[in-house]
């Protein structure tokens, strides 16, 4: 984080020259010189690299960004495995709620309760 504020603090510091620069130029009325080009150039690099910084910051480290919130109780057990070919995730749910309600399978669409091994 330190490393985006470093960049950003020397890249602003480099603008608030050029755009000095700038203006006392146009008051003489020259035209821009080479070094005061090459010092946009290397403002524009110092730039894009204080992006990059903070893209990082976001991207990598998540800084500033709203996390999710935590899953909690046993509403949200289910299994990560594999599933078996032919097999799509919801019936596997179904699989560990049976399990969990003792052999006992929900209707989801209707809602019904049945008492049957499966």
Do not use: C
């Not at 035209?31 to 910084?53: C, D, E, N, R, Y």
């Not at 969990?100 to 399978?105: A, C, D, E, P």
């Amino acid at each position: 984080m330190t490393d985006h504020r470093n960049w950003a603090l020397v890249t602003i510091g480099l603008f608030i020259i050029l755009a000095g620069w700038s203006l006392w130029s146009e008051r003489q009325e020259n035209l821009p010189s080479k070094l005061f080009l090459t010092g946009l150039l290397i403002g524009g690099v110092l730039l894009a690299t204080t992006a990059w910084h903070g893209a990082e910051n976001v991207y990598r480290y998540g800084l500033g960004v709203m996390s999710l919130p935590q899953a909690e109780g046993e509403s949200h057990s289910h299994n990560h495995e594999e599933l078996e070919h032919g097999q799509n995730q919801t019936e596997i749910q179904d699989q560990s709620n049976s399990e969990q309600l003792g052999n006992k399978s929900i209707d989801h669409v209707t809602g019904n309760h049945d008492s049957h091994q499966h």
